[in-house]
């Protein structure tokens, strides 16, 4: 064959692996270093201590820690194969059955009780193509007693509603679960939402797909680590007043894909009564703060594996991770209480306000040298020009000395203040604390601006 014929050829195949989904990435990675272990093994990383496992890529296999905790390798069939007697790794493909079958093929036995006594076997077993996000044995397992016992109780309309909520009618493959995508469930035509991340993990209204692509003869299975439920309202419908206030109803009822972290009643009251009052009284100071604690991409805890630093609305960066089973915020167990999903994103609860770090700590120590902070804290609107720690550090040494007083005995009027009369200025009163030097070096603006 001609080389100029390669050239086309090559362009097929770079575009059918550029066209894969970031799950089949890592799945294909995590085949990779299984295969010295025989045919069809996937290299998986599970959590030491626990019996969570993720497909393996390139960082967590070097780095062997998820969620900060140590990893395992474990082996095991890569989804769709199966292990023979005597032979190496999973050679034979699994029996293709229908979906009754499938979900006792992949442990999903509980889920295969559930649909027996729901009456809802003679409907998986039968014609048609069906996709069905089956709760794991633990998922069940994990559900609080009275909740279980409510659906249980009642076979035939909350337990056959629930396992419906779970299957949608037409076979949907990883390839085709797109992020952000939603598809209407077989329990009244209820939404559920779908979540493909970069890192390869895809979730179902916040749960995670542990056993993608199980395929059955009437359609797939994917084994999902917890159960699901309804999603009816908007964010605005399920968030508290404070975000109200700071007239952000609208964004919360419009369409789109965001993650909030809400601070609870008991997050606000840590707040002194007075600095509270003042924020709340202030829209633009209130949505200023509320801005920090929302990110405009739906954030699932089962998403994290590691710490990430996202953009908040604020324009701020926010490092969101996790500990163990622990969600955490600029490294800080905070997340009380995870993914509570809205129709148009998902709310995390925290048990403290998050405050931007402005890296303006040795502003501090200015403003206290200069006996600035009674002005700080008088009612009134401020605005306020802050030199950053970096902005500071860019003073020669001696002269930052000089500033902050940290040269004992040296001459206390370095630093002043210039004031202008309220009365000759009658919008504002401009303050200005500047060097007495041959040049100036850190100015510090407030204006006041004064009702007539």
């Known amino acids: 064959m001609k080389s100029w014929l390669l050239v086309p050829v090559l362009a097929v195949v770079l575009a059918v692996c550029g066209a894969r989904s970031p799950y089949q990435t890592v799945l294909q990675h995590s085949r990779i270093r299984g295969r010295q272990q025989g045919p069809n093994v996937c290299a998986m990383q599970q959590i030491k201590g626990t019996n969570r496992k993720y497909f393996t890529n390139c960082k967590q296999w070097y780095h062997r820690k998820i969620c900060g905790k140590p990893t395992v390798i474990t082996y095991e069939c890569c989804p769709g194969y199966e292990k023979l007697p005597g032979e190496k790794g999973c050679p034979a493909a699994l029996p293709l059955v229908n979906i009754y079958g499938t979900l006792g093929a992949v442990g999903a036995s509980t889920t295969q009780m559930y649909s027996d006594r729901a009456r809802l076997r003679e409907e998986v077993e039968g014609p048609g193509s069906f996709t069905f996000f089956a709760p794991s044995n633990e998922a069940w397992a994990a559900l609080p007693a009275e909740i279980l016992d409510a659906l249980v109780s009642n076979v035939n309309i909350e337990l056959l509603n629930a396992l419906h909520y779970h299957m949608v009618n037409r076979r949907l493959t990883t390839e085709e679960l797109k992020h952000g995508s939603s598809f209407s469930s077989m329990y009244q035509d209820s939404h559920v939402h779908i979540h493909h991340y ?218 002043r203040f210039s004031s202008s009369d309220p009365e000759s200025e009658p919008f504002w009163v401009r303050r200005k604390v500047d060097q007495l030097l041959a040049h100036p070096v850190v100015f510090i603006h407030f204006y006041k601006f004064i009702k007539r």
């Open 198 to 415: 970069s890192n390869g993990i895809v979730t179902v209204n916040c749960a995670r797909l542990i056993k993608p692509d199980q395929h059955a003869t009437n359609g797939i299975v994917h084994v999902i680590d917890r159960v699901i439920t309804a999603v009816s309202s908007d964010m605005q419908s399920i968030i508290d007043a404070a975000f109200a206030a700071a007239g952000l109803s609208t964004l919360l009822e419009s369409p789109g894909q965001y993650t909030i972290f809400a601070p609870t009643n008991d997050a606000f009251a840590k707040i002194p009564r007075e600095t509270l009052n003042r924020i709340l009284g202030d829209p633009v100071a209130l949505k200023d703060l509320l801005n920090y604690h929302m990110l405009k991409q739906l954030q699932c805890a089962e998403s994290i594996v590691s710490g990430t630093s996202v953009e908040t609305l604020q324009g701020t960066a926010l490092e969101v991770g996790c500990d163990g089973d622990q969600m955490t915020l600029n490294g800080n167990a905070v997340v009380t209480k995870k993914d509570q999903l809205g129709t148009n994103g998902v709310i995390h609860y925290i048990s403290q306000l998050l405050i931007p770090d402005s890296g303006t700590g040795q502003l501090v120590g200015a403003i206290q040298t200069a006996s600035m902070t009674e002005l700080l804290n008088q009612q009134g609107a401020l605005t306020f020009f802050a030199p950053t720690d970096e902005a500071f550090r860019a003073l020669p040494p001696a002269e930052l000395s000089r500033l902050l007083g940290e040269c004992g005995g040296s001459d206390p009027g370095l630093l």
